[in-house]
């Protein structure tokens, strides 16, 4: 079993010797992984499982992005790129930025118009990317990354970069490294399926090594107006409120349908009222605050248990993809009510609105 410690130099540096990338590429890293594996007492407490939340928010940019980020630009600078090109929808243009500034590179960033949520967008202008809008939806930002990237000096750095999943598969080390085996469940949300697929390429990695005597059963959680595993049809006009999985045509189906289907694993939907719901339930029970797109397993397992389903007895791990203040607007959309209480600057008059007089 694992017996890994770690020193957090960065994903690229503390898992080199696992990582299909050129041997001595030099890391451009702003310390990304060791993400913290959260005990939640709530979700425990409703499955009789030992549940933990991978809580991916905490990386650099506030979302998962930063490990696969940090291998694919540590590569393209490597091979001499000056430019990188990423579709998104939102956090995966973040990540680019930050990592590209640090590298010294020029990013380029194509996005649905309208649909991207305030803090992403803030992120990537702000870390210098030139950021195009396109009338389109994720997947049409995609197929445009892929041409730009055939037909111009610019590297693609969307997780169809295989090395982007390289660096991804390092959350399932780290897991495994924390709880010495792999967990008997791994729920999560998927969207362009990239991160299903490199969890299950690092849990099998792990097994094959011996450093886990098991590889966990997968379960992806898509939103209903974006659920093309789930039918098995891509979604011309994908919609969802939690945008990071609005994506109609994932990129790696057949990866993400390879990891469900080895580890008997399954994809469902969720609302988006059931996603909101378990993002509210989430931040004020376990004080876990994420983006919408990220509460998308938890809703998933809330639905599991509602329907019959039971995790009794296993230890499951929710990963929670990216962090809560990306997109407030989002967020308090449905609790209005809750905040707009405004007194003046006087105790008597605040203890009466608190209710505690
Ligand atoms: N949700 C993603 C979509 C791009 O996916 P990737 O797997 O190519 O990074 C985003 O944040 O943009």
């Given at each position: 079993m694992s017996t890994r410690t770690h020193q957090w130099r960065g994903v690229v540096e503390e898992y080199r010797d696992l990582l299909d990338i050129p041997a001595d590429t030099p890391a451009v890293t702003l310390r990304e992984g060791g993400t913290p594996l959260v005990h939640s007492e709530w979700l425990s407490g409703l499955t009789g499982a030992t549940v933990h939340l991978k809580v991916e928010g905490n990386n650099p940019t506030g979302s998962f992005k930063d490990r696969g980020m940090t291998a694919a630009i540590s590569v393209a600078k490597a091979g001499g790129a000056e430019a990188v090109v990423c579709a998104s929808t939102g956090n995966t243009s973040a990540s680019m930025a930050a990592y590209a500034a640090k590298a010294g590179l020029k990013p380029l960033v194509l996005v649905p118009e309208g649909k991207i949520a305030a803090g992403k967008m803030a992120q990537a202008i702000v870390h210098g990317a030139q950021v195009i809008m396109v009338r389109g939806n994720f997947d049409d930002c995609l197929a445009m990354a892929r041409g730009l990237a055939a037909e111009y000096p610019v590297a693609l750095v969307n997780s169809v970069n295989p090395v982007r999943l390289e660096g991804q598969?390092?959350?399932?080390?780290?897991?495994?490294?924390?709880?010495?085996?792999?967990?008997?469940?791994?729920?999560?949300?998927?969207?362009?399926?990239?991160?299903?697929?490199?969890?299950?390429?690092?849990?099998?990695?792990?097994?094959?090594?011996?450093?886990?005597?098991?590889?966990?059963?997968?379960?992806?959680?898509?939103?209903?107006?974006?659920?093309?595993?789930?039918?098995?049809?891509?979604?011309?006009?994908?919609?969802?409120?939690?945008?990071?999985?609005?994506?109609?045509?994932?990129?790696?189906?057949?990866?993400?349908?390879q990891a469900a289907k080895e580890s008997e694993g399954r994809f469902a939907s969720v609302t988006d009222e059931q996603i909101l719901a378990a993002q509210r339930e989430l931040a004020s029970r376990?004080?876990?605050?994420?983006?919408?797109?990220?509460?998308?397993?938890?809703?998933?397992?809330?639905?599991?248990?509602?329907?019959?389903?039971?995790?009794?007895?296993?230890?499951?791990?929710?990963?929670?993809?990216?962090?809560?203040?990306?997109?407030?607007?989002?967020?308090?959309?449905?609790?209005?009510?809750?905040?707009?209480?405004?007194?003046?600057?006087?105790?008597?008059?605040?203890?009466?609105?608190?209710?505690?007089?």
């Open positions: 598969k390092t959350a399932a080390f780290e897991i495994v490294d924390f709880l010495g085996d792999a967990p008997d469940y791994h729920l999560l949300p998927v969207g362009n399926a990239g991160n299903i697929s490199a969890y299950w390429l690092g849990y099998t990695q792990y097994a094959e090594l011996g450093l886990a005597s098991r590889r966990p059963v997968m379960r992806g959680f898509q939103a209903a107006g974006a659920a093309p595993l789930v039918t098995g049809e891509p979604f011309p006009d994908p919609e969802t409120k939690a945008t990071a999985i609005r994506i109609g045509n994932p990129a790696s189906w057949h990866l993400a349908e376990d004080g876990v605050f994420v983006e919408p797109a990220s509460a998308a397993g938890i809703a998933g397992m809330l639905q599991e248990l509602a329907h019959g389903d039971t995790y009794a007895g296993s230890t499951v791990v929710v990963t929670v993809t990216g962090h809560g203040l990306k997109d407030t607007a989002t967020a308090l959309e449905g609790v209005g009510a809750l905040v707009d209480t405004v007194v003046d600057a006087d105790v008597t008059a605040a203890a009466a609105a608190a209710g505690l007089a």
